[in-house]
């Protein structure tokens, strides 16, 4: 949403409880894609939010509109316990000429369907270009059955609607149950895109990516043997909790079916929407970042044809709680660089993680700290072998990487 690293939003986890939400000075894309536009891109936001703390702020249901949405349908945060994917409460917020209007209702349908079709009515409503963000539920917990019109229900054999937590939490059935989750949300992009004019479809950028990677209970074999790597999926820095999917369909992409090998960060769709849509992130239109701070967003259009394959060479990835807007307060979490790097004309991807923060307000910065560790990506991907565990002698290929990574963290530390 806005472009930049969570170190310099502030928001490191989930924005629920009486953890801060997201600042409302932050411009946020939509805002953005307003401010440039001539006439006004209209936005759209329908599904998951989880950018608005549910108890100490008094405007959660209406952030989406503060942010430059002028309409959300869906739930501030995931569908949780005792609610089910097919009772809940729906969120209903809209920009109006004098601020925002919003309602609750309770809904009896199941959630993701809901969000798919009225995201449709939404763009059927449409007369000028339009921005749509739809974050849907799908696939996470608690573990439902889907519509048995939406998933294979002769391979995932789902006697209970609703299991038991007993049941739901043992990792054989949690995968069938996630299977059949990812499948009914792969029907619904489906009935999503065909529900789009094609002449419209045919003119529109379809961006899907995943915000994380799968929880621990859906780890399945091969990553389970021989090493269990269920520590290393959600909510961690590791590969499996930050590396996802992404797929980019539409009238600038060249060569369809093509992989790339680019570095992307979330946080570069911000430019490169802007991009795509003709304007620029860095259009003096656009409302300052606070504080005097940069964005972080680096545009992939050119990934998205056949002239380019690397669009950054870093990626940061953060993980702290609480959410703090000024990070130099007391957080405690996970934090990890990425970096790409040519050695004796060998490029390869590296990568120093470092676990714990001291909860001081202060973060290792220097080298050797004992919370560190380095893995060579491009050959162990799955992060197997701590290059600098015990004692282990690096290659003088390892030695530069390493080095080159500990001195570009410190860059990232020193800028708040």
């Known amino acids: 949403m806005t472009g930049r690293w969570g170190h310099k939003t502030g928001i490191g986890s989930l924005c629920e409880g009486n953890d801060a939400p997201l600042l409302d000075n932050e411009v946020c894309l939509p805002a953005a894609l307003k401010a440039v536009s001539e006439g006004g891109y209209a936005c759209g936001a329908f599904g998951k939010w989880h950018l608005s703390n549910m108890t100490s702020n008094p405007n959660r249901d209406g952030h989406p509109i503060t942010v430059g949405f002028d309409e959300f349908v869906g739930t501030m945060n995931n569908i949780e316990l005792p609610e089910s994917y097919y009772h809940f409460d729906g969120v209903y917020a809209s920009k109006t000429p004098t601020g925002v209007t919003t309602s609750k209702k309770k809904i009896d349908r199941y959630a993701p369907l809901w969000h798919v079709d009225e995201a449709l009515r939404w763009i059927d409503r449409q007369t000028q270009p339009w921005f749509l963000y739809m974050p849907m539920n799908l696939p996470h917990g608690p573990v439902h059955r889907p519509p048995a019109d939406l998933y294979d229900t002769t391979y995932y054999d789902l006697p209970d609607e609703f299991p038991s937590l007993a049941l739901a939490n043992d990792p054989a059935t949690c995968r069938l149950y996630f299977g059949a989750m990812v499948e009914a949300m792969d029907a619904l992009f489906g009935r999503f895109l065909a529900g789009i004019p094609q002449e419209t479809l045919a003119n529109t950028y379809v961006i899907v990516w995943s915000d994380n990677g799968a929880a621990a209970s859906t780890v399945a074999y091969p990553l389970t043997t021989p090493t269990d790597y269920s520590g290393k999926a959600k909510r961690t820095v590791y590969e499996l909790g930050c590396n996802v999917p992404l797929a980019v369909t539409g009238p600038g992409v060249t060569t369809p079916g093509r992989t790339s090998s680019a570095l992307v960060s979330p946080c570069d769709m911000f430019s490169t929407l802007m991009e795509l849509t003709g304007y620029s992130a860095s259009d003096p239109l656009i409302p300052a970042v606070p504080n005097a701070g940069t964005r972080n967003s680096v545009s992939f259009k050119t990934a998205l044809t056949a002239s380019a394959s690397t669009v950054r060479n870093d990626l940061w990835i953060d993980l702290f709680a609480p959410n703090r807007a000024h990070l130099n307060a007391t957080v405690v979490g996970s934090r990890a660089l990425v970096k790409r790097v040519t050695y004796s004309s060998v490029t390869k991807d590296w990568k120093l993680v470092r676990l714990v923060s001291t909860g001081t307000g202060s973060w290792p ?10 893995f060579d990506l ?32 410190a860059t990232y530390t020193n800028t708040y």
Do not use: K, M, R
Request: charge should be negative.
């Open 365 to 374: 910065s220097g080298t050797g700290n004992a919370t560190d560790q380095f």
């Open 378 to 409: 491009t050959t162990d991907p799955l992060e197997n072998t701590n290059l600098i565990a015990g004692t282990y002698t690096l290659t003088a290929e390892q030695a530069n990487a390493y080095s080159v990574l500990t001195s570009s963290y």
